[in-house]
């Protein structure tokens, strides 16, 4: 099964439960027997996710991007992972199943790992390829971020993403791009469940066209579109931050924030709660991209 994962978030995966292969731009992913964590003592705690103790745990003070740390999926999962040597184990627990490590490795572990790396900053947006630039969908829960993503790709739209999203800063462009992240999406919600597979995925990284962020409103209302300006896409970005963690740089990362509302352009998108004027807030949304008065 874990073949489908050739690629996540900009790197190659290698699953090899015998050999350890070098690979350029890739993490190497393989099986190990149990062993003890007693020397993991330093512990982080996260808030129950999808019906589960999950914590991050090092050897060493928190200072896990320069040493070995362990993400624990209580009685489910472990995956011990090395920053340094691009390197991911999983223990298998006592209600392992191979649907579950995809789940957290794809969903959870590889964001964590590139966060902490430093990496990449990452957004929880949905969003879609149209005319070779990442269009992005964001919103508060329940605002119909998997709704719109599901929408462009049914209009043959490319996915990049339907949850997370990695983005950074491209020196040599001087532009704030991203990279494509999986090829599954859930129109849907259930737990521990990466979604359904699209085969309209494009691997890659593209600069960022603008972002939506998505307000639902009552169903009589039209569709409607705002530019976002100053602090508002600052606190819609805030907002939308994937990894909240205490032990990352918060200095760093709110100087980034700052430049990404600076460079990428915002617009608040009032999307009337009534599905069947989805086909017109989509037209409105391809005429807005088009520079045509909407």
């Known amino acids: ?42 512990k982080l705690f996260f808030k129950t996710n999808q019906g589960r103790t999950i914590f991050i745990c090092s050897p060493s003070p928190l200072d896990i991007e320069k040493s070995k740390w362990a993400f624990v999926v209580e009685d489910c999962i472990t995956f011990v992972c090395d920053i340094k040597e691009k390197s991911i184990c999983y223990i298998e627990g006592e209600h392992y199943s191979e649907k579950l490590m995809e789940y957290w490795l794809v969903h959870i572990v590889l964001p ?27 919103g508060e829960s329940y605002a119909g971020k ?37 090829p599954y999406h ?3 919600r259930a737990r521990e469940d990466l979604g359904k597979r699209s085969e309209n995925f494009q691997e890659g990284s593209f600069d960022i066209d603008r972002l939506y962020w998505l307000q639902p409103v009552e169903s009589d209302k039209d569709v409607k579109i705002t530019e976002l300006k100053g602090i508002k896409k600052f606190e819609r970005l805030r907002y939308s931050t994937e990894m909240h963690l205490s032990l990352l740089d918060s200095k760093e990362r709110f100087n980034y924030i700052t430049q990404f509302a600076n460079h990428v352009v915002m617009y608040e998108l009032e999307v009337p709660n009534d599905l ?19």
Request: hydrophobic residues 35%.
């Open 1 to 42: 099964m874990m073949h489908k994962h050739s690629y996540a978030y900009g790197h190659k995966l290698v699953f090899d439960s015998s050999h350890k292969k070098k690979v350029e731009g890739g993490i190497y992913i393989s099986k190990c027997a149990p062993l003890s964590l007693n020397n993991y003592s330093h």
């Open 112 to 138: 964590l790992f590139w966060t902490l790396e430093g990496s990449f900053y990452f957004l929880h947006t949905g969003s879609v390829l149209i005319e070779g630039k990442a269009v992005l969908f964001m």
């Open 146 to 182: 998997s709704t719109m993503t599901d929408l462009f790709l049914q209009k043959q739209h490319p996915l990049l993403s339907d949850d997370k999203l990695a983005t950074f800063y491209d020196d040599k462009s001087k532009m704030f791009k991203v990279y494509a992240s999986h």
């Open 186 to 188: 859930r129109p849907y």
């Open 276 to 294: 069947s004027k989805l086909p017109k807030v989509y037209d409105t949304i391809m005429k807005h991209l088009r520079g045509e008065q909407v």
